[in-house]
Every structure is written in C-alpha cells, then in structure tokens.
C-alpha cells in the first residue's frame, strides 16, 4: 500500500518540482526575464509549425486506422500496422536531418518562395513523426467499439460507410481526440526537428514559407552556444503553460463523450 502511495505521488511531486525549477529560473533580481523578443513570437511559431503538422498528419493517419481496423485483412494488418509503428522509433535528429537535408532543399527547388529552414519544412517532418501516434491510438479506440454495435447497424441496413459514419466514429471520439491531442502535444515539444528544420527567425508572422523560431527552438538553439539564462527557463515554463493548455482541452472534449455517442 506504501509503495502504491508513493508511486501515485511520485508524477505530483516531480511536476511541482519542474514548476518550481522553471519559475526560480525565470526569476531574475525579482524581474521575470522574457526572450529578445518577447514570448508572442515564439509562441506563434510553436503553434504555427504544430497545427500545420496536425493538418497533415491528423486526416491521413485516421485514413489509415479506419483501413487497418475496418478494411484490411488481417494477414495485411499484421505487417502493415508494425511497419507503420516502426516510424514511431526513428530518432528524431534522424528525422531533423531528413528535414535539413533532404525535404527542406526540395521544397526550396519546387517552390523557391520557401526557404530551406521554413515552417513548412518543420510540419512535414513534424507530420511524419507524429503520424504513427495517430493512426495507432485511433486504430486502438476503433477497435475498442463493440462489434455488436456494428452487426446492429449493418442488420438494420446501414452500409458499411455509413455504419463507421454514425456508429463508430462517434463511439470512438473520446479515444481519437485523445490520440490528435496527444500527436499536437508531442509535436509542440518536439526539440531537435524544430531546431534544425524550423529556423531562427523570431518575426513573429505567420507565413510558413519563412523561418520561424519556436519555443523549443529558442532553447535548442540557446543551450548549443551558451549556458541556459532565465529568458529559456521562460521559455520552457510558457511551453508547459500551452502544453497544459492543450491537454486540457483534450480532456474537456474527451468529457464530451455522451453527446457523440
């Protein structure tokens, strides 16, 4: 029972710890240090390259969990769905140096209006990493819904389209807002592709083509040049302050349950 108590307290304790830490740091001569440049352009940027990523990742990943979990015969399940996750344990400087290397100059080629280091450049590869999380989860929550509520609605005479439409889907809401959330969580505190890909141009707009800086960035890129100030202990507690944000609001629509189903 002991051990049980102190494991249940554990995550507490280490989040007030980090809080704790994140605000001490922040703090100098009783004066909360921002970046250079403010937090506003950072945070754009953060959501910028982050809802872009989710854009595209989002709609193909449920594309893909509805075909495994519905459509696809099982011997095809068995080595599509592993060969989907292994994408999920790619290092992710493998995936920045993909994006430096490879998508960032190509999208530059194609379309020379977007520079090498780009938003654009960031939510593509941001969109690959975070695809596996998605059609996972969702192929999880899909698969949870029980099969008696899809006999019922094919017996009634619903066609297959139309019983994912209006019976599972909606069942499974909860568990698909929690996989998005999760995907668009992962990807706001993604560190090594955000640094690489992203850029450093904290100008505050909202055009992709261009080089953003991110709040992750701006400690990625800080940290490689000198010792951590408070302006990045700023910047990691407002990343916490959005991620918390975000999964808050995951966690008010997954509490919405009963009007979807």
């Known amino acids: 029972m002991i051990a049980l108590r102190v494991s249940a307290a554990a995550p507490v304790l280490l989040s007030v710890a980090l809080v704790g830490l994140l605000v001490r740091g922040a703090w100098s001569e009783g004066v909360l240090v921002l970046p250079a440049h403010g937090l506003l352009p950072l945070v754009l940027g953060t959501l910028l390259v982050a809802g872009l990523a989710a854009v595209i990742a989002v709609p193909v990943g449920l594309l893909a969990a509805i075909y495994l979990g519905e459509f696809s015969s099982p011997s095809r399940r068995r080595w599509l769905k592993p060969l989907l996750e292994l994408l999920a344990g790619v290092p992710t400087i493998v995936y920045g140096l993909i994006a430096v290397m490879v998508v960032g100059p190509w999208l530059h080629r194609v379309f020379p209006s977007v520079q090498v280091h780009s938003g654009v450049t960031a939510a593509l590869v941001l969109s690959l990493m975070v695809l596996p999380t998605v059609s996972s989860l969702t192929d999880d929550a899909l698969r949870a819904v029980p099969r008696e509520l899809r006999?019922?609605?094919?017996?009634?005479?619903?066609?297959?389209?139309?019983?994912?439409?209006?019976?599972?889907?909606?069942?499974?809401?909860?568990?698909?807002?929690?996989?998005?959330?999760?995907?668009?969580?992962?990807?706001?505190?993604?560190?090594?592709?955000?640094?690489?890909?992203?850029?450093?141009?904290?100008?505050?707009?909202?055009?992709?083509?261009?080089?953003?800086?991110?709040?992750?960035?701006?400690?990625?890129?800080?940290?490689?040049?000198?010792?951590?100030d408070a302006a990045m202990y700023t910047a990691g507690g407002a990343l916490l302050v959005v991620s918390l944000l975000t999964h808050a609001v995951a966690h008010r629509l997954v509490r919405r349950r009963g009007r979807w189903s």
Do not use: F, N, W, Y
């Open 151 to 228: 006999e019922a609605a094919l017996a009634l005479g619903a066609s297959r389209l139309r019983m994912l439409r209006v019976v599972v889907l909606p069942a499974a809401a909860p568990g698909i807002v929690a996989a998005v959330m999760l995907a668009v969580s992962r990807a706001m505190g993604e560190t090594m592709i955000m640094t690489l890909a992203a850029g450093d141009l904290p100008s505050g707009g909202l055009d992709p083509r261009q080089a953003v800086k991110t709040l992750t960035s701006h400690v990625g890129h800080g940290a490689l040049v000198e010792p951590l």
